[in-house]
Protein backbone atom coordinates (compact mmCIF):
# COMPACT_ATOMS: atom_id res chain seq x y z
CA UNK A 1 0.00 0.00 0.00
CA UNK A 2 1.47 3.55 -0.99
CA UNK A 3 1.97 5.90 1.69
CA UNK A 4 1.96 9.47 1.45
CA UNK A 5 1.87 12.61 4.21
CA UNK A 6 -1.52 14.00 3.86
CA UNK A 7 -0.08 17.58 4.74
CA UNK A 8 2.30 18.13 1.58
CA UNK A 9 1.85 15.10 -0.36
CA UNK A 10 5.22 14.02 -0.57
CA UNK A 11 5.58 10.17 -1.03
CA UNK A 12 6.30 8.28 1.81
CA UNK A 13 6.87 4.29 0.61
CA UNK A 14 5.14 1.44 0.90
CA UNK A 15 3.30 0.34 4.12
CA UNK A 16 2.57 -3.44 4.00
CA UNK A 17 -0.65 -4.38 3.50
CA UNK A 18 -2.96 -7.48 3.63
CA UNK A 19 -3.59 -7.89 -0.12
CA UNK A 20 -0.81 -5.82 -1.23
CA UNK A 21 -2.64 -3.86 -3.83
CA UNK A 22 -0.93 -1.17 -5.52
CA UNK A 23 -3.92 1.07 -5.93
CA UNK A 24 -4.69 1.09 -1.89
CA UNK A 25 -2.99 4.65 -0.20
CA UNK A 26 -2.52 5.05 3.14
CA UNK A 27 -2.35 8.86 5.29
CA UNK A 28 0.58 9.90 7.85
CA UNK A 29 2.94 12.94 8.75
CA UNK A 30 5.82 12.87 7.23
CA UNK A 31 8.97 13.66 9.16
CA UNK A 32 9.48 16.97 7.78
CA UNK A 33 6.44 18.26 8.31
CA UNK A 34 6.66 16.79 11.88
CA UNK A 35 9.59 18.61 12.33
CA UNK A 36 8.69 22.02 10.89
CA UNK A 37 5.54 21.77 13.10
CA UNK A 38 6.77 20.72 16.36
CA UNK A 39 10.72 20.08 16.68
CA UNK A 40 13.14 23.00 16.97
CA UNK A 41 12.47 23.80 13.59
CA UNK A 42 13.52 27.35 11.83
CA UNK A 43 9.95 27.63 10.57
CA UNK A 44 7.12 28.82 13.01
CA UNK A 45 4.35 26.98 13.06
CA UNK A 46 2.14 29.90 11.89
CA UNK A 47 4.19 30.12 8.83
CA UNK A 48 4.05 26.42 8.69
CA UNK A 49 0.11 26.29 8.57
CA UNK A 50 -0.03 28.66 6.34
CA UNK A 51 1.69 26.83 3.12
CA UNK A 52 -1.65 24.60 3.40
CA UNK A 53 -4.61 25.51 0.69
CA UNK A 54 -7.14 23.85 2.95
CA UNK A 55 -8.13 25.50 6.42
CA UNK A 56 -6.66 23.86 9.07
CA UNK A 57 -6.88 24.25 13.01
CA UNK A 58 -4.65 22.63 15.57
CA UNK A 59 -6.40 21.60 18.62
CA UNK A 60 -5.47 20.52 22.01
CA UNK A 61 -6.25 17.75 24.28
CA UNK A 62 -8.74 19.38 25.78
CA UNK A 63 -10.47 19.94 22.17
CA UNK A 64 -9.67 23.27 22.45
CA UNK A 65 -8.19 25.17 18.83
CA UNK A 66 -4.63 26.84 19.67
CA UNK A 67 -4.00 28.11 16.42
CA UNK A 68 -5.51 28.16 13.23
CA UNK A 69 -3.81 29.04 10.13
CA UNK A 70 -4.64 32.17 6.87
CA UNK A 71 -7.55 29.80 5.43
CA UNK A 72 -8.81 28.87 8.34
CA UNK A 73 -9.57 32.21 9.74
CA UNK A 74 -10.72 33.56 6.22
CA UNK A 75 -13.01 30.79 6.02
CA UNK A 76 -14.62 31.61 9.71
CA UNK A 77 -13.74 35.34 9.32
CA UNK A 78 -12.06 35.95 12.60
CA UNK A 79 -8.54 36.70 13.82
CA UNK A 80 -6.75 34.09 15.68
CA UNK A 81 -7.10 35.72 19.29
CA UNK A 82 -11.03 35.08 18.20
CA UNK A 83 -10.55 31.36 17.64
CA UNK A 84 -8.03 30.23 20.24
CA UNK A 85 -9.05 28.79 23.16
CA UNK A 86 -12.39 28.38 21.78
CA UNK A 87 -14.00 24.86 21.02
CA UNK A 88 -14.55 23.61 17.39
CA UNK A 89 -18.35 24.32 17.01
CA UNK A 90 -17.86 27.81 19.05
CA UNK A 91 -15.00 28.24 15.93
CA UNK A 92 -17.36 26.78 13.19
CA UNK A 93 -20.06 28.63 14.75
CA UNK A 94 -22.13 25.35 15.29
CA UNK A 95 -25.66 26.36 15.85
CA UNK A 96 -25.68 24.03 19.00
CA UNK A 97 -22.75 25.02 20.57
CA UNK A 98 -25.18 28.07 20.97
CA UNK A 99 -27.49 26.33 23.92
CA UNK A 100 -26.59 27.11 27.26
CA UNK A 101 -24.65 23.81 27.57
CA UNK A 102 -21.99 24.79 24.77
CA UNK A 103 -19.99 22.83 22.08
CA UNK A 104 -19.51 19.31 23.25
CA UNK A 105 -22.45 19.24 26.12
CA UNK A 106 -25.42 18.81 24.43
CA UNK A 107 -27.62 15.74 23.18
CA UNK A 108 -26.64 16.92 19.45
CA UNK A 109 -22.84 16.72 20.33
CA UNK A 110 -22.97 12.67 20.97
CA UNK A 111 -23.17 12.29 17.40
CA UNK A 112 -20.54 15.16 16.08
CA UNK A 113 -18.17 13.42 13.21
CA UNK A 114 -15.78 16.68 13.58
CA UNK A 115 -15.80 16.23 17.49
CA UNK A 116 -15.83 12.15 17.53
CA UNK A 117 -13.33 12.12 14.93
CA UNK A 118 -11.14 14.55 16.69
CA UNK A 119 -11.02 12.69 20.05
CA UNK A 120 -10.62 9.71 18.08
CA UNK A 121 -7.27 11.36 16.96
CA UNK A 122 -6.69 12.44 20.36
CA UNK A 123 -7.30 9.27 22.19
CA UNK A 124 -6.13 6.46 19.51
CA UNK A 125 -3.30 8.48 17.86
CA UNK A 126 -5.47 6.97 14.50
CA UNK A 127 -5.31 9.36 11.50
CA UNK A 128 -8.28 10.02 9.42
CA UNK A 129 -8.38 11.18 5.74
CA UNK A 130 -11.51 12.98 4.39
CA UNK A 131 -14.41 11.74 7.07
CA UNK A 132 -17.57 13.34 5.89
CA UNK A 133 -18.78 15.60 8.20
CA UNK A 134 -21.95 17.90 8.33
CA UNK A 135 -22.51 21.12 10.54
CA UNK A 136 -25.26 23.13 11.32
CA UNK A 137 -25.10 26.94 11.30
CA UNK A 138 -27.76 29.71 12.11
CA UNK A 139 -30.00 28.54 15.06
CA UNK A 140 -31.07 25.29 16.27
CA UNK A 141 -34.71 26.19 15.00
CA UNK A 142 -33.19 27.70 11.65
CA UNK A 143 -30.21 26.28 10.45
CA UNK A 144 -28.54 25.70 7.25
CA UNK A 145 -26.68 21.87 6.80
CA UNK A 146 -23.08 22.49 5.23
CA UNK A 147 -21.22 19.35 4.07
CA UNK A 148 -17.85 19.04 4.94
CA UNK A 149 -14.71 16.66 4.26
CA UNK A 150 -12.50 16.74 7.46
CA UNK A 151 -9.01 14.81 8.08
CA UNK A 152 -7.01 14.70 11.43
CA UNK A 153 -3.57 13.91 12.41
CA UNK A 154 -2.06 13.49 16.50
CA UNK A 155 1.40 15.21 16.06
CA UNK A 156 3.19 15.73 19.58
CA UNK A 157 -0.32 15.36 21.33
CA UNK A 158 -2.07 17.70 19.45
CA UNK A 159 -4.80 17.12 16.94
CA UNK A 160 -3.85 18.86 13.28
CA UNK A 161 -8.22 19.04 11.62
CA UNK A 162 -7.93 20.05 8.16
CA UNK A 163 -11.20 21.31 6.78
CA UNK A 164 -12.86 21.50 3.22
CA UNK A 165 -16.39 22.19 2.51
CA UNK A 166 -17.82 20.28 -0.01
CA UNK A 167 -21.27 21.80 0.54
CA UNK A 168 -23.94 23.70 1.49
CA UNK A 169 -28.15 22.33 1.53
CA UNK A 170 -30.91 24.08 2.23
CA UNK A 171 -32.01 25.68 5.25
CA UNK A 172 -33.64 23.14 8.20
CA UNK A 173 -36.77 24.46 10.55
CA UNK A 174 -37.25 22.17 13.22
Given at each position: ????????????????????????I??????????????G???????????F????????E???????N???????????????????????????????????????????TIR???????????????????????????????????????????????????????????
Amino acid sequence: MKKVCAWCGKDMGVHPSEDNSERMITHGMCEECINNVFAGSRIELGTFLDTFAAPVLVVDETACVITANKQARMLFHKDLPDIEHLEPGDVFECAYAKLPAGCGKTIHCDGCTIRNTIMDTLQSGKSHLKTPAYLHTGTPDDCTKIDLLISTERVKGVVMLRIEIVGSNEKTQR
